[in-house]
DNA sequence: TCTATGTATGTAATATAATAACATGTCAAG
DNA sequence: CTTGACATGTTATTATATTACATACATAGA
């Protein structure tokens, strides 16, 4: 029996071993469902660019899926990456991650969350882990300040259990 | 008389009217004392790398600091720049902000700080704001999945109190 | 069904950001 | 006064991202 899904949505389990192809496919279907509802369209390229993004748990770069999108008879030219990248991150798809400059699936679209990412150094493995508390600590920070937020990103880089254990 | 030094140092300065020429020799000065207490040189190119990104609360990309610098007779070549950027982040005496591809100078060197930016997409102002509480809820997240936090960087895009009221 | 309109895709060219590799210069400890 | 570490200079290249414009495609209204 396949491990459930659930298992993927969890953040722990992007640094634990999980049926990751089942939770793919589990996102894809919301993702479809979720684009259809906000009258915005899933379309082949978009789709291909999520589940190239969707593979695994590493963040990937631009051009790294603009060469997978090429070799599959897509356009070979940055806008066509960068297009289908921007559209899933404005659907709250995919996320960017600033110092990576790259991009991962998110793994619980739809969900209102304010993702927080933890980067591996040694595995480039990326989880995205909720963190109301984080983020109500930054709102904190800059009201006090009179400063309104309207976007930011969290991010913070290291080492997984398994390669710190290795290490 | 000139306003107090502490002034530029408090985060809520950074959108606000200051004298900031004296906090910018306050910060310069602190600067020569912490490297050299490091074992480091403040050399020429470095000096004043963090005296021109010293002028506002602005962030500044490589390439417009390297413009400054070679108009100054130093060189005309990204490494000039990115070096001493390099060398000032690695000094805590700047901090690059990810989301903008740009560099700002640490208005608090040599103390230890946890540092927040709040950038104003209006007018480009960086405040860098203590902000213990969001490290330490970002801490929390992460040891909840065994991760270990190396570096992480913190930054939000929003509007600044002067900006929103112009809105 | 036709056609106008908005949206999506394709492509060329270019802008912007960052690094690699190597040569030269400087300074201070021995 | 020389050697070794560090700092700077320069050339070239790589990596990341956007602008501008042409073409196709879907669909709502005549």
Redesign the pocket.
């Known amino acids: 029996m396949t491990q459930s899904c659930s298992g993927c949505a969890a953040p722990e389990a992007a640094f634990a071993a999980h049926d990751h192809a089942h939770c793919a496919q589990d996102v894809l279907e919301r993702a479809d469902a979720l684009t259809t509802a906000m009258g ?2 899933l ?4 789709r291909r660019t999520l589940e190239i993004l969707l593979e695994d748990h590493r963040a990937m ?4 899926v603009l060469q997978r ?1 090429a070799a599959e ?8 990456a ?3 990248l ?2 899933l991150v404005d659907q709250g798809l995919a996320h ?1 991650i ?1 110092r ?3 991009f991962t699936a998110c793994m619980h679209p739809g969900e209102a969350h304010a993702p927080v990412f933890l980067i591996c150094r040694a595995c480039n493995m990326v989880a995205e882990t909720p963190a109301t508390p984080v983020r109500a600590a930054l709102e904190t920070a800059a009201t006090a300040l009179g400063f309104t937020i309207e976007r930011s990103n969290i991010e913070a880089l290291g080492l997984c259990p398994a390669c710190r254990a290795a290490a």
């Open positions: 915005a369209r379309t082949p390229v978009r770069g631009a051009y790294d999108l008879g897509f356009g070979n030219q940055p806008p066509v960068y297009r289908a921007d559209f960017r600033r990576l400059n790259a």
